[in-house]
């Protein structure tokens, strides 16, 4: 079993930043990239952001290109959303998930594990 806990999030301004963390723990030994998806409010669940467990790679939404950056750090087992240049609708409940098997790290069906969510509310 894996255990994801999200933090980070809150209210914040347009045009201002927040960076979300996401700390795995319990069997991360075999985990082989995690993701960011948000959840706005009467909306589907959306891809956002992830990243391979090695760092080789990372995939974004079209939406957050040049404004969002993913990372991790494999020593801690904790994988970060770096929010800039926020809209308010960019405003949703934001996941992280974790995927063990190799394949796609765009659609929320290939994730074995999910957190509980952070809120993020950006006022204009």
């Known amino acids: 079993q894996v255990q994801l806990v999200e933090s980070g999030g809150g209210l914040v301004q347009a045009e201002g930043s927040l960076r979300l963390s996401c700390a795995a723990s319990?069997?991360?030994?075999?985990?082989?990239?995690m993701g960011w998806f948000r959840q706005a409010p009467g909306k589907e669940r959306e891809f956002v952001a992830s990243?391979?467990?090695?760092?080789?790679?990372?995939y974004y939404a079209n939406f957050v290109k040049g404004r969002f950056t993913i990372s991790r750090d494999n020593a801690k087992n904790t994988v970060y959303l770096q929010m800039n240049s926020l809209k308010p609708e960019d405003t949703a409940v934001y996941y992280c998930a974790l995927r063990q098997r190799p394949g796609g790290l765009i659609h929320p069906y290939g994730y074995d594990y999910w957190g509980q969510g952070t809120q993020v509310t950006v006022s204009s």
């Open positions: 990243i391979t467990w090695s760092g080789d790679n990372t």
């Open positions: 319990g069997r991360t030994v075999s985990t082989y990239g």
